[in-house]
């Protein structure tokens, strides 16, 4: 069972209240992936996407939200270690609006100190059997996004289409980064921001569909899409402002 609380009280992490088994990635990610479910239902123009890779699989993030926003969380369980949560934050932060770190009380004082300010962090942690989410920080909006890291999550017919839209040329001899540096270097960055958000959720069946490499050959997808149709939990924890598409 799980249940979010945003208006309770956050014990601080050497609390008895946390004196409990130690919190898992699969726990955590259950009463995540629920939660998210259930707020976004409705929403038809929200996807919410497991193990985003991002970068060409430099990095991959647990969970997205993709609607009038990119929004990533990160999970670190208790059972996880923070070791390559430096180098997931420099890659987060070239392509995410806003990202949230939904972690276990025993990272909770070393991810305050690791994590851009501009994070959102909200601590999971499993009280009488349940699985509660507490909102501890607020994320806020990333003003640093690179376009260029931003536009590899598209591949590469997606972006060739993207560029026909707009009038752009696309010669069918240029390879995925090619079509990425012209889209970059010809479409406004708002509507490019757009456009990428817009074919990533019409996509369809992440699973069925090859992903195109930088050299025009085929990756397998890294991401499962969860159709869940989706806003309160992400209104909470980011507080968005921003319309709907």
Sequence with gaps: MSRYDPNARLPPPTSRAYDVKKMRDADVRQSLRRLLAAEHAGEASTLIVEELGLCQHDSRIDVAVVNGELNGF?????????????HQADIYGRVFDRVTIVCGTAHLRDIRKLVPKWWGIVVAAEVGGI?????VRTAKLNRNIDMMAMIQLVWKNETAAILEQEGLASPSRWGAYQLWEAAVSNIERERLAFLIRETIKARGDWRSVPRQSSGGGSLRPAAKSLHSQAHTLLARIHQCSCPPN
């Design 74 to 86: 990160e999970i670190k369980s208790d059972s996880d270690t923070l070791l390559r949560l430096p």
């Design 131 to 135: 699985v509660e989410l507490r909102p």
